[in-house]
């Protein structure tokens, strides 16, 4: 709703209810402070894509562009990325014509509609004249053409449905797979922005919580849509006045206030914290009334599916228990419901947050701390029992909450690798593990990762990283999810997210501090590589980085921020007044 004032449009000392009892400060957006643009508008663009190969697999014949399928013949279509949309194409011949479309040559090569993972497409009658046939909206990677009697067709091409964005981060070194993953990452996000970031393109198409949150670490940088992260944020809050049967898995909404915190770190702006501070006061009320005498979560509030890290918990915990990792992260919301307290002007909360933090974080060390193994165990099972396995998800939420021992870094991070199946199977919240290696400085351990797992994934031929992979399985295994053939998706592109977090905060070595948001640190990490160019936004503008082995560093910045750049001697220099400066 736009409101004037003497031809003047003003946002300021407004707020906004549903019901006329709770008002809120009006959230406001500039993609929709122009003419003709309405929010429910479709801003989706569509975007022409060609095969990058057309394969002729049973009685069927390509030259020269020309397809050519005999009686009960069929072809085989590559689009190499993965998007939503629809595929068209001209078809002349007789009988009946019918397509399948899917993330895989198996998917969609497969006829039993038993096993799909979107509605089958009707088939289409041909007639001996020339008719353009436009298939309906669907995820498509892979697209299979069976005719039955006979047929030609032309000028296949898929128009897909593609999110608007402005690139606003850049990366090229020169090593190829770097940069192979780097790419890979940002389409997986991109493929998954919608309005929201979503789930499961082919098959949910829904916004989820925790992944959602995630996906704005890295796409903050990445486009800086600003809307998206907030529909992203919006929907991992509980409603208002939340009840104990509105948690359906304890732990997402805990994301809500980590990503609310890093939103503010990246835009500076809290009037969109301020907008939800009657939720995020009664989120924590609400975790304050789950908690037992120690000050832990279980996992016994009525809930259908318990405690969810993702989908990597070979080594547990129980979901069903008492699970440590959780209860940092209710750590973390109290830190930051202690921050935002203070911003907002209530001491008195503040003080009662930050109470509650320091009384859990005794709690969570006395429990679940191993002084032994130097590392934080699982936790409870759901019978109460201790669980001394280790896990990696306790472990980077300690780092990011800053409750692990620094000095025990090193130990923490030879002990990693050893973890049975820590590279076999790959989950959603691989970008919250990231930003703990980085924040740990260990840059090399991150890529030696990614280009074990992630670089293997894309040497098979992939070019999105789905919601959960294993490259040691077989090739037919790695399909399969949710115990079906061809259940594997896009997860919101999270697993686009650690690919951005090794180049952002890995090799340029960004970081910002969290009491003053206009002071940044870049400690630069070029392992192995010979040069590098990054360039990134903050929110006075951009930093553009050239790094070199043996040659000068450059380093432009914007006006209103100060920099600090540490090379690798430990050597500090800083810089306050916009620029470009060589080391």
């Known amino acids: 709703i736009k409101v004037s004032f003497n031809g003047e449009v003003s946002t300021d000392?407004?707020?906004?209810?549903m019901?006329?009892?709770?008002?809120?400060?009006?959230?406001?957006?500039?993609?929709?402070?122009?003419?003709?643009?309405?929010?429910?508008?479709?801003?989706?663009?569509?975007?022409?894509?060609?095969?990058?190969?057309?394969?002729?697999?049973?009685n069927a014949t390509v030259e020269n562009q020309k397809i050519k399928i005999q009686k009960n013949g069929y072809i085989l279509v590559d689009f190499f990325h993965i998007e939503v949309?629809?595929?068209?194409?001209?078809?002349?011949?007789?009988?009946?014509?019918?397509?399948?479309?899917?993330?895989?040559?198996?998917?969609?090569?497969?006829?039993?509609?038993?096993?799909?993972?979107?509605?089958?497409?009707?088939?289409?009658?041909?007639?001996?004249?020339e008719q353009q046939i436009i298939l309906p909206e669907r995820t498509v990677r892979y697209l299979k053409i069976f005719s039955d009697k006979?047929?030609?067709?032309?000028?296949?091409?898929?128009?897909?449905?593609?999110?608007?964005?402005?690139?606003?981060?850049?990366?090229?070194?020169?090593?190829?797979?770097?940069?192979?993953?780097?790419?890979?990452?940002?389409?997986?996000?991109?493929?998954?922005?919608?309005?929201?970031?979503?789930?499961?393109?082919?098959?949910?198409?829904?916004?989820?919580?925790?992944?959602?949150?995630?996906?704005?670490?890295?796409?903050?940088?990445?486009?800086?849509d600003e809307q998206?992260?907030?529909?992203?944020?919006?929907?991992?809050?509980?409603?208002?006045?939340?009840?104990?049967?509105?948690?359906?898995?304890?732990?997402?909404?805990?994301?809500?206030?980590?990503?609310?915190?890093?939103?503010?770190?990246?835009?500076?702006?809290?009037?969109?914290?301020?907008?939800?501070?009657?939720?995020?006061?009664?989120?924590?009320?609400?975790?304050?009334?789950?908690?037992?005498?120690?000050?832990?979560?279980?996992a016994n509030v009525g809930v259908s599916w318990g405690f969810v890290p993702g989908w990597a918990t070979r080594r547990g915990p129980d979901k069903k228990g008492t699970p440590t990792y959780a209860q940092i992260m209710l750590y973390y919301n109290y830190q930051i419901g202690a921050n935002f307290s203070e911003k907002w002007g209530d001491r008195k909360s503040a003080k009662y947050y930050r109470m509650k933090a320091e009384a859990l974080k005794k709690s969570i060390i006395k429990h679940f701390w191993n002084?032994?193994?130097?590392?934080?165990?699982?936790?409870?099972?759901?019978?109460?029992?201790?669980?001394?396995?280790?896990?990696?998800?306790?472990?980077?939420?300690?780092?990011?909450?800053?409750?692990?021992?620094?000095?025990?870094?090193?130990?923490?991070?030879?002990?990693?690798?050893?973890?049975?199946?820590?590279?076999?199977?790959?989950s959603y919240e691989k970008g919250y593990e990231f930003l703990a290696y980085s924040k740990a400085g260990k840059v090399r351990e991150m890529w030696n990762f990614l280009f074990t797992v992630f670089g293997d994934w894309l040497a098979q031929g992939h070019t999105r990283f789905p919601e959960n992979f294993s490259y040691k399985k077989s090739k037919d295994e790695q399909l399969i999810f949710y115990k079906r053939p061809y259940g594997l998706s896009l997860c919101h592109g999270a697993n686009g997210v650690p690919g951005v977090?090794?180049?952002?905060?890995?090799?340029a070595g960004f970081s910002q501090s969290p009491t003053q948001p206009n002071h940044y640190t870049i400690r630069p990490e070029l392992m192995d590589l010979e040069w590098a160019n990054i360039e990134f936004p903050i929110k006075e503008g951009k930093i553009k980085l050239k790094l070199s082995k043996e040659g000068k560093n450059q380093i432009e910045?914007?006006?209103?921020?100060?920099?600090?750049?540490?090379?690798?001697?430990?050597?500090?220099?800083?810089?306050?007044k916009k620029g470009s400066y060589s080391m």
């Open 13 to 17: 000392h407004w707020k906004a209810s």
């Open 19 to 58: 019901d006329g009892t709770e008002w809120n400060i009006a959230e406001t957006s500039p993609v929709f402070g122009t003419a003709g643009r309405m929010p429910l508008d479709d801003p989706e663009t569509e975007v022409t894509i060609h095969p990058v190969s057309i394969l002729p697999i049973r």
């Open 85 to 129: 949309g629809k595929v068209s194409f001209i078809a002349k011949g007789e009988g009946k014509l019918t397509a399948f479309v899917g993330e895989s040559p198996e998917e969609a090569l497969n006829e039993n509609t038993k096993l799909f993972e979107q509605y089958p497409i009707e088939s289409y009658s041909l007639t001996e004249g």
């Open 150 to 224: 006979g047929c030609e067709i032309s000028a296949v091409k898929f128009k897909a449905k593609i999110w608007p964005v402005d690139f606003l981060m850049s990366f090229e070194c020169n090593d190829e797979r770097m940069n192979n993953i780097w790419n890979a990452s940002v389409a997986s996000l991109h493929t998954s922005t919608h309005g929201f970031y979503l789930d499961g393109i082919k098959r949910d198409y829904l916004p989820w919580s925790m992944d959602a949150v995630l996906s704005t670490f890295a796409g903050d940088y990445l486009f800086g």
């Open 228 to 298: 998206v992260s907030r529909n992203s944020l919006s929907v991992a809050m509980l409603p208002l006045n939340p009840q104990k049967t509105d948690l359906g898995i304890p732990d997402y909404p805990l994301h809500a206030l980590i990503g609310f915190n890093h939103y503010y770190q990246r835009y500076g702006d809290f009037n969109t914290i301020l907008s939800y501070r009657d939720r995020i006061e009664q989120l924590l009320k609400l975790y304050e009334t789950l908690q037992d005498e120690r000050g832990f979560i279980s």
């Open 371 to 426: 002084e032994e193994q130097g590392l934080f165990i699982n936790g409870y099972t759901k019978d109460g029992k201790l669980d001394t396995v280790i896990s990696h998800h306790a472990q980077y939420w300690a780092i990011l909450a800053d409750i692990f021992p620094k000095e025990r870094y090193d130990h923490l991070f030879e002990v990693l690798p050893t973890i049975p199946y820590y590279h076999d199977y790959v």
């Open 501 to 507: 977090v090794a180049v952002l905060n890995g090799i």
């Open 557 to 576: 910045i914007p006006d209103g921020c100060k920099v600090d750049f540490i090379n690798q001697n430990k050597v500090k220099k800083t810089f306050t």
